[in-house]
């Protein structure tokens, strides 16, 4: 329940530069996002897309993408122009270290539109790849996005389905877009295991199961993957206070401990059960 909204108002950025790489490969793009970071500048975006995202882009849009980059990378500089001249060279160090092959700088305000375009018209160029996709929402750390990339490529191979990653990378937020055929028997189960997998590996490297999509009911099993026992009575306890009479969206965001331990009981580690202090059914 939302009782109360303060807003900001911001002037409009008095100078404004986009600047685009490619890379050969997803480390190199990856690296050069945590250099960015490193190097103190905030951007005002910060996108990567891999090279099945930039092909369905491009045929969509036809942004002027390079279809046979591994990764491309759109970083955005916004403030005064002595302080975006001045991030600007830095942004281009930073690609020219990583091994960027190409850098475009918008040379006026339709080419940067377009160029953004591309960007912004990812997810319905990706739905025409395939007859449905399904769209994750990770977050993790930033250095762990060129490791996080290699284990998702992985378990596309186990799971025999093409992913295309779209994601914030300035803020480590994923969004991999696995791609499926729910006519066929079993892909869509499958599909959302595969999205279960990825969230579990977000966790294990320091990260969360969402960045800016929620919870709902699709990632209750996955929350608890995250948090444990203390922590979701606190959940609990917390919604009790607003909501003692379980009205507002019974059974989603906050799973029961029961649903953990049923959970647990398929996930032995080190011939540990999680929670044994609860009864199983």
Known sequence: MVVEIKLKLLPIPEYTKLVVADFPDVGSSARAVAKIIESGIIPAGLEMMDNLAIKAAEDFVNAGYPQDAAALLLCELDGSQQEVERALAVVMKVFTATRARSIKIATDEIERQLLWQGRKSAFPAVGRLAPDYYCMDGTIPRNQLENVLQQIAILSGKYGLQVANVFHAGDGNL?????????????FAKAEKFGADILSLCVKVGGTITGEHGVGVEKLDSMCEQFGKDELEQFM?????????KLLNPGKVVPSLHRCAELGAMHVHKGRLPFPELDRF
């Open 237 to 245: 306890a917390l919604k009790a206070v607003f909501d003692p009479k």
């Open 175 to 187: 969004h991999p877009l696995i791609l499926y055929d729910a006519n066929q028997p079993g892909e």
